[in-house]
Structure formats: structure tokens, C-alpha cells
């Protein structure tokens, strides 16, 4: 049993974007970060991946805590600014939108904190592991790495396997399969 | 060009069709083919019962793998700061003047493909382009064109 589960049952809770019952730990989203206490020193861990022991003390918030989780919803704000579960933990952590800072007015421009485009893909894994690990399909996978990481659906595959299915929609918190989707579907006609 | 199946296949049986040998074929493949055809990819897959998006995951994560074809000979200028303050924006610019591609190109005879660095770690050779695994150092802009000629008529 993990951490994050351990404290489900008596009734914790801890923010989690990439978290799905059915699924093997992943940890993408950090959200989960927790402070474990041992012998005086604390340390970080995702608790969806920690394992639960017994006599483990474990902080779910502190300040630490809520800064780390404030800086990583910014971070995934700028990627998919406002969708529900960010507007929601949002709430939580005191967070509308990305920081402005004054230092960076550029003519009449503000520029935000952290300067991406929005792709609105937080890159939790959810569609990519239900896919390989429920469904056992692999339609759709990570290409790239770093900025330049995405999530694509593969045409050869996503024309076979996505018809009936399509689980896998109603699983992304920030709703941007369908286009993604779609776009598959017109390449593997051509 | 494309590398045949039934060479890839060889290359497959040779590390015994093992899927744990995954990243070493592909290594493999990219050495002997310059490149990783999507064809190649799908018959990875086949072959080795892995999955497709994994091998994509695989083989656009490291920098090692190309899925466009490359040049026979990789030139790499070094844009380091050790040499870049000796000069080598100006060996850059004409490697691809005389080449006629920007860095992450390829010469459309297939002969160079160009890219630049951060550093290569030999920084009292700079300014230094490395051409396969020559490397050119204290270079200066006149010889450049001299030492890529010679790789370009070699056959």
C-alpha cells in the first residue's frame, strides 16, 4: 500500500492529477509530494510511490509543501491554463492564474512567469497507461522528451483499437484527446 | 538507402530477438542505416513484441536516434565557450555556407548532415569541428571549406 492510499482510507486527502486506482504508481504530476520525518530529518517523496510502513510520520501540508504545489500548478497553468482540477486546487493554494512579475514589463506587456505554450497537456500518463495497461492497445504514447514532449495517438494503431473504445477521453483532466484524436484519425486516411 | 529487412532482421537474430536488446538493436540499426525508417520501426516491433508507441518513446527520446535519414559524414562544429570566443559562430557560418544547410540539416546527396554543440569537452583544441570521428581542431574559416572538400570527394 502507498502513502497516498493509506491516507485515502482514513479519510486525507492529498492533491493528485495523475493518480487512477486501476493504475501502477507513476508519480508525474508531484502533486502528491509529501514530507516523511525520521530521526529528525524530513525528507520529500511522492506519496503515490512511497510505500506505507508503520510509525512513519508523514505531513501532508506544511508551508514547504504548499510552496512546492503552488510552483508546480503554476507550472501546469501555463500549459493548460484554467481547466477544472487546476481552477480547483487553484482554490486550495490561492492560485488564479500564472504570476506576473513587475521586473518583466516589457513596453505595455506583461510578461508571465513562465513563458510556454499552452498545449493543454499536463503530461500526467493518464491516457497513455490506461491504454497499455487496461486496455493493452498502446494507441497512444509520449514522443520527444523535455519541452518537446507530447502525447500522440499512433493512426495505425488508433484506426484498428480507438472506434469502440475511447475510454481513454473521459479519463484527461484537461479534455484534449478528442483533437488529438481527431487529428490521428485524418492522417491514417491519407 | 533503407536498410533491408531481411539485413534488419539479421541484425535482430544477432542479439538472439531479445526485447531487453531493444535500445542495442536500434543503436545497431542507426549505425549500420544512418537512420530509423518508420518501416524499420514497425518491424521492430513485430519482431520483437514491443509495443510501437513504446519504440517511438524510445527512439525520440535519445539523441542518438534519428527518424530522418543523415549524411555519411556527421559534422559537428563546437559552440562551446572555450570556442566561441576563438571564433567558431564564423566556422559554423561557413560550414554552412559551403555545405548550404543549417545545423540539423542534411546535404540533399546525403553526404553531410551538420549539427551544433555546447561542447565536446576538448577545449584546448578550440576552435574544433569534428567530421565522423576526426577531430579538426584550432581551426580557423579558411581551412574549413579545404577539410570538408576532402571528405565530399572521397568515395
Known amino acids: 500500500m502507498t502513502l497516498l492510499e493509506a491516507a485515502r482510507t482514513v479519510g486525507i486527502d492529498i492533491p ?9 504508481p507513476y508519480g508525474a504530476c508531484r502533486l502528491c509530494t509529501v514530507e516523511i520525518v525520521r530521526e529528525q530529518h524530513s525528507r520529500l517523496v511522492a506519496s503515490y510511490c512511497y510505500p506505507a510502513e508503520d510509525g ?8 514547504r509543501l504548499s510552496k512546492i504545489r503552488k510552483i508546480l500548478l503554476e507550472l501546469m497553468w501555463a500549459r493548460a491554463p484554467g481547466i477544472a482540477p487546476l481552477r480547483e486546487y487553484g482554490m486550495r493554494y490561492d492560485i488564479t492564474g500564472v504570476r506576473t512579475i513587475r521586473e518583466f514589463v516589457i513596453g505595455y506587456e506583461i510578461k508571465t512567469r513562465f513563458e510556454t505554450e499552452p498545449t493543454f497537456c499536463i503530461l500526467c500518463g493518464l491516457c497513455v497507461r490506461y491504454c497499455a495497461e487496461i486496455k493493452k492497445k498502446h494507441a497512444i504514447g509520449f514522443i520527444g522528451r523535455g519541452t518537446q514532449r507530447e502525447v500522440v495517438f499512433f493512426p495505425k494503431i488508433a484506426r484498428k483499437e480507438c472506434t469502440g473504445c475511447r475510454e481513454c477521453f473521459s479519463l484527461c483532466p484537461t479534455g484534449i484527446l478528442p483533437p488529438h484524436y481527431a487529428l490521428a484519425e485524418v492522417s491514417s486516411t491519407k | 538507402m533503407v536498410l533491408e529487412l531481411t539485413k534488419i532482421d539479421e541484425i535482430i537474430n544477432k542479439y538472439g530477438a531479445d526485447k ?3 535500445i542495442q538493436v536500434l543503436l545497431h540499426v542507426q549505425r549500420e542505416n544512418r537512420w530509423l525508417s518508420k518501416d524499420a520501426l514497425i518491424h521492430f516491433s513485430e519482431r520483437l513484441s514491443v509495443p510501437l508507441t513504446q519504440i517511438y518513446h524510445i527512439a525520440t527520446f535519445y539523441k542518438a536516434f534519428s527518424l530522418i535519414p543523415r549524411g555519411r559524414h556527421q559534422v559537428t562544429v ?30 540533399p546527396d546525403l553526404k553531410f548532415s551538420l549539427k551544433s554543440v555546447n561542447c565536446l569537452g576538448c577545449c584546448a583544441l ?3 569541428m569534428v567530421v565522423g570521428r576526426k577531430y579538426h581542431g584550432k581551426l580557423s574559416v579558411s581551412k574549413v571549406g579545404e577539410i570538408l572538400q ?3 570527394q572521397e568515395e
Open chain 2, 78 to 107: 563546437c559552440l562551446g565557450t572555450a570556442c566561441h570566443v576563438r571564433g567558431s559562430p564564423h566556422i559554423l557560418e561557413r560550414a554552412q555556407q559551403f555545405l548550404g544547410i543549417s545545423p540539423g540539416g542534411t546535404t
Open chain 2, 20 to 22: 531487453a536488446f531493444l
Open chain 1, 16 to 24: 493528485t492529477l495523475c493518480h487512477h486506482e486501476k493504475l501502477a
Open chain 2, 126 to 128: 578550440g576552435p574544433v
Open chain 2, 150 to 152: 576532402s571528405y565530399g
Open chain 1, 56 to 63: 512513519l510520520v508523514v505531513k501532508t501540508e506544511t508551508n
